[in-house]
């Protein structure tokens, strides 16, 4: 499932995170585009909470791609 | 050849080099420049400036936002800008009660040291609390937050900004029923002098105090279960002296820095800045520049009464001329953080996507703004500055934003 979420900031990147990983409930994988760097530090803290692992990668300027992928598919 | 081949290096140097660095480095040139020119109307605005100027700096590096501090509390249970605030507050309190006690030595009754953010206490002080958390929650930035923002490129900010001028407007306009209704009967308690406590005791009293807030967060840390994960550090070759100096420069420029060493950091700058003239706050020029539109726009506020002696972010509202303390403490924050924006290559103009958003800023810009004029001062003037001057305002100012900030979050999780 794919989130852009750019243009939005704090809390709603991390909100909007949080409703799709509690909606998947780990069967699918979050990937959510940014904009926002304080997000960055937001979300990653909840991925552990839902059983989720993360992944934060530097796209562009002042653009980052967060992947979210359930843990049980990792292993 | 050699001359081609050097010509060659220089290209690739050049490319190798973000524009917006470059664009930095221009900006910090021109920073430089308005310090002597600043210079040349008072010595002493040079010094602020640049120290205002670290300071937009640390809070754009550390992404330090009170409003997420008190926020991300109620909303996640996560304590880690709050954290960042108390270690700065600590810092700060051993700071400024030397450089007090170099002004006043002997705390005694109605006897301030001069500049120090010693607030009237009482119904303003929560009125103006719970109206400014509640604004920057919904805004999704305190003033100081907003102000680095701005130049970091988010339109919404721009938006808070105009609503914060609004609402510190009204407040002029009302001021003098605040200040018959309540503010008039306050009293400004300086824990040195009110508790005789001397210097070493308020000192004591106010780490005390910190500690036990600090404990508090971590009790709710462990109690909202969070889980912080470690953020995976950059792993690349440090094996030579460049590779070193490039990781360095990245861990400065580049990486956001933790909120730990931010608040640390805007702790001793504040120390600094009040050793050359006066603590951190940008409240004051804010409300001096609303007035300067509302007489413009010939909708002059009435006199303030009182206000001159009131101290804190309140004393230099009958400055005159561009070129004042707090015109080089408030562009300064902004002037800074843009060279830390543009040197970690995130300056780019962010839009909101729903209308929703921008009413939401200016909406939360407003309420902020009229608690900013009610409590004089932001979360900077009327806490970071206030506590550390050994106010009781600062510690009752903080609770009320507390209690703001958490009917905020009721308000911004029905709006996502």
Known sequence: MELDVRGEICPYPMLKAVEAMKKLKGTDTVILFTDHAPCLSTIPPQAGRYGYTFQVEETGQADWTITLKPKEATI | ?416
């Open chain 2, 1 to 416: 050849m050699l001359a081609s081949r050097t010509v060659k290096n220089f290209c690739s140097f050049k490319r190798n080099i973000p524009r917006q660095s470059m664009v930095a480095g221009l900006v910090l040139l021109g920073a430089l420049g308005l310090a002597t020119t600043m210079a040349k109307t008072d010595a002493i605005l040079a010094p602020l400036w640049l120290l205002a100027m670290a300071a937009g700096f640390t809070l754009q590096r550390s992404r330090f936002c009170f409003a997420s501090a008190f926020r991300d509390l109620f909303l996640f249970g996560s304590g880690q800008v709050m954290k960042g605030i108390i270690a700065g507050l600590a810092v700060s309190t051993i700071g400024f009660a030397i450089i007090m006690y170099g002004m006043v030595p002997s705390p005694g009754f109605e006897i301030f040291p001069s500049e120090a953010h010693i607030l009237p206490v009482g119904l303003s002080t929560i009125v103006g609390g719970l109206l400014f958390g509640f604004g920057m929650v919904l805004a999704g930035g305190c003033v100081s937050g907003s102000l680095y923002r701005m130049a970091e490129g988010y339109v919404a900010s721009w938006v808070t900004m105009g609503g914060i001028l609004i609402g510190l407007a009204l407040l002029s306009q009302t001021w003098n029923w605040w200040w018959e209704a309540t503010i008039s009967q306050e009293a400004r308690l300086w824990i040195p002098s009110t508790f005789n406590l001397g210097y070493g005791g308020a000192v004591l009293l106010t780490l005390a105090a910190l500690l036990t807030v600090f404990l508090i967060v971590l009790w709710w840390e462990a109690r909202s279960g969070l889980f912080n994960p470690d953020i995976q550090d950059e792993k690349g070759p440090d094996d030579t002296f460049q590779q070193k100096l490039s990781i360095l420069w990245r861990s400065i420029f580049v990486r956001g820095w933790s909120a730990v060493v931010g608040g640390s950091v805007l702790g001793v700058i504040g120390i600094l800045m009040y050793m050359v003239h006066m603590p951190l706050g940008v409240t004051g020029e804010l409300a001096r520049f609303s007035n300067t539109i509302m007489i413009s726009l010939h909708l002059p506020p009435p006199e303030a009464l009182g206000l001159s002696a009131l101290g804190g972010c309140s004393a230099l509202l009958g400055a005159a001329g561009l070129f004042t303390h707090s015109f080089a403490v408030t562009v300064g924050v902004i002037a800074g953080s843009l060279v830390g924006a543009l040197f970690a290559n995130e300056f780019k103009l962010r839009f909101p996507r729903s209308a929703k958003r921008y009413v939401q800023a200016l909406v939360g810009g407003v309420i902020m703004g009229y608690g900013s004029g009610l409590a004089i001062g932001c979360t900077l003037g009327a806490m970071f500055s206030s506590i550390p001057s050994l106010s009781v305002s600062g510690w009752v100012f903080g609770l009320s934003l507390s209690g703001g900030a958490f009917l905020g979050v009721k308000v911004i999780k029905r709006l996502a």
